[in-house]
């Protein structure tokens, strides 16, 4: 089983549209996040969650909002995408807040093109 | 600000050994991590240092110094599979993780 799995692999649309990126893990973690990696390669943390709620909101767009149904899965949906917004949307979990050397496991990416 | 530096890229031969190196200025300090990310993949984890000196872990090792605001990643034996960019993280007295852009190693046979 995959620890943490994020769907779509790939994802391509219009600007303009709405589109919605799953994430599901199951470790069992406490706490999940969702980064965003752009051409350059750097990775921005853009939301954290511990336990369904929000612990981290960095300065993105409003229009990117995250949704955490249960500690196990954090969604993020993105309204009137635009061309910026194309990147690699990573998930990732830990077992704790970030408190220390608690590594953070990774999904396998969603390649996000807006054209 | 808040600032990772590492190399932009390097290449070593098959067998060999090599140093990737990375300075971080950060609020506060928590640890530093190394990940390995392979083309296309995502980000895994090597390693953590939150104490000065030098952590071996298998054919990978790593090294810091509080003082000087640095690190390295020594892969021996290196091989093929190596190929990949490798990032350094440091993590501030938030306990947020402040990235770099990642070495990206090319192995040549």
């Known amino acids: 089983d995959t620890a943490v799995s994020q769907t779509p692999k790939y994802l391509v649309t219009q600007m303009g549209n709405d589109k919605s990126i799953k994430c599901e893990q199951n470790?069992?973690?406490?706490?999940m996040y969702w980064y965003k990696q752009d051409s350059k390669k750097f990775l921005k943390i853009m939301f954290s969650y511990n336990n369904k709620e929000l612990i981290i909101n960095e300065t993105v767009p409003n229009r990117f909002s995250p949704k955490s149904p249960d500690k196990a899965h954090l969604n993020l949906h993105i309204n009137s995408l635009e061309l910026g917004d194309s990147a690699v949307y990573f998930c990732?979990?830990?077992?704790?807040?970030?408190?220390?050397?608690?590594?953070?496991?990774f999904g396998s990416g969603t390649q996000l093109s807006v054209l | 600000g808040q600032n990772i530096d590492q190399p932009t890229e390097m290449t070593a031969t098959e067998g060999a050994i090599v140093q990737i190196n990375c300075t971080y200025q950060t609020s506060g300090f928590n640890g530093l991590f190394w990940y390995q990310q392979h083309a296309g993949e995502a980000p895994t984890f090597l390693s953590y240092n939150v104490l000065d000196g030098l952590e071996e872990k298998g054919r990978f090792s790593s090294f810091l110094s509080r003082s000087k605001g640095y690190s390295y990643l020594l892969l021996k034996e290196l091989q093929m599979k190596d190929s990949a960019s490798y990032l350094c993280a440091a993590m501030d007295s938030n306990y947020q993780l402040i990235w770099g852009a990642g070495t990206k190693l090319i192995i040549k046979p």
């Open positions: 470790l069992g973690h406490d706490t």
């Open positions: 990732a979990s830990s077992q704790v807040g970030g408190t220390g050397g608690e590594k953070l496991f």
